[in-house]
C-alpha cells in the first residue's frame, strides 16, 4: 500500500463550490504539506503543518484553508472555488527538520469551470 | 525573480546520451539540494540529496552543486527511455521551507 495517499485523483467542480481534498499517511511523519503545481510553476507551497496544532501558511494561501484532523491526516479545502485553482494538488509528508526528503502522493487533478 | 530557476525544456534526446539538467538559484542560505522525479500522473520523488557544494554520484547519476555560482546540476549518463519523466530540483536552507524548481521534461528516444 502507498505511503502517502490522496482523495480524490480527480475533481470537476463548478465556480463558488466548497471543495475538500484529502490526505493520509502511514509513515508515522509529523510534518505534512500541500502543494499546488502548474505548468511552467513547479510545486507552490499553500499549507504546511509541522504537529496537530501547529499549521503554517505557505506561499500561496489565499482561498485555501487546511485541517489536520490527526497525525496522519490533513485536509485542504477550498471555501469557494474559482478557474483559476485548476491544479494539480500534492500532499507531501517528510521527517522533523525542514531538510528531511519529502514523500509526495499522487495528486489531485482539480479542475473548476 | 524566483529564487530558484529551471528551463522547464522539454529535452528530447536519444537512448544512451548523456543528459544535462540545471538550476540556478538566488538564496545564498541554501545548503540543501535535491532532485526528484516525476513521471507522468504520479507525484514527485526523490532522486538524489547533496549537502553543500561538491559531486554526488548513483549509479547513473551524478549531483554537483557549485555554491559559488549558486548552481547545481544533474548528470544522466547512458540515458534510457525508462528516464523520460520531469525532473525538478528543489533546495533549502536549514529547517526553512523547500523551494522546487519548475521542473524540466525529458525524453529519451529508443
Known amino acids: 500500500d502507498a505511503d502517502v495517499t490522496q482523495t480524490p485523483r480527480n475533481r470537476i467542480t463548478k465556480t463558488g463550490k466548497r471543495i475538500m481534498l484529502e490526505c493520509s499517511q502511514t509513515?508515522?511523519?509529523?510534518?505534512m504539506y500541500w502543494y499546488r503545481q502548474d505548468p511552467g510553476l513547479g510545486l507552490q507551497l499553500i499549507y504546511y503543518s509541522f504537529d496537530v496544532k501547529d499549521i503554517n501558511k505557505g506561499e500561496i494561501s489565499d482561498g485555501y484553508s487546511v485541517s489536520r484532523q490527526a497525525q496522519a491526516k490533513f485536509s485542504l479545502s477550498l471555501e469557494s472555488a474559482i478557474p483559476n485553482q485548476t491544479a494539480l494538488y500534492f500532499c507531501?509528508?517528510?521527517?522533523?527538520?525542514?531538510?528531511?526528503?519529502?514523500?509526495f502522493g499522487p495528486g489531485t487533478r482539480l479542475t473548476v469551470l | 525573480q524566483k529564487e530558484v530557476e529551471q528551463d522547464p525544456g522539454p529535452l528530447s534526446v536519444p537512448e544512451g546520451a548523456i543528459v544535462s539538467l540545471n538550476c540556478t538559484y538566488s538564496?545564498?542560505?541554501?545548503?540543501?539540494f535535491m532532485w526528484y522525479r516525476q513521471y507522468s500522473r504520479k507525484g514527485p520523488e526523490l532522486l538524489m540529496y547533496?549537502?553543500?557544494?561538491g559531486n554526488k554520484e548513483d549509479g547513473r547519476f551524478t549531483a554537483q552543486v557549485d555554491k559559488s555560482s549558486k548552481y547545481i546540476s544533474l548528470f544522466i549518463r547512458d540515458s534510457q527511455p525508462s528516464d523520460s519523466a520531469t525532473y525538478l530540483c528543489a533546495m533549502s536552507a536549514y529547517n526553512n521551507d523547500m523551494r522546487f524548481g519548475a521542473g524540466t521534461r525529458l525524453t529519451v528516444k529508443p
Open positions: 507531501a509528508t517528510s521527517g522533523p527538520r525542514g531538510t528531511d526528503t519529502q514523500y
Open positions: 547533496t549537502y553543500s557544494s
Open positions: 538564496n545564498s542560505a541554501f545548503q540543501y
Open positions: 509513515k508515522g511523519h509529523d510534518r
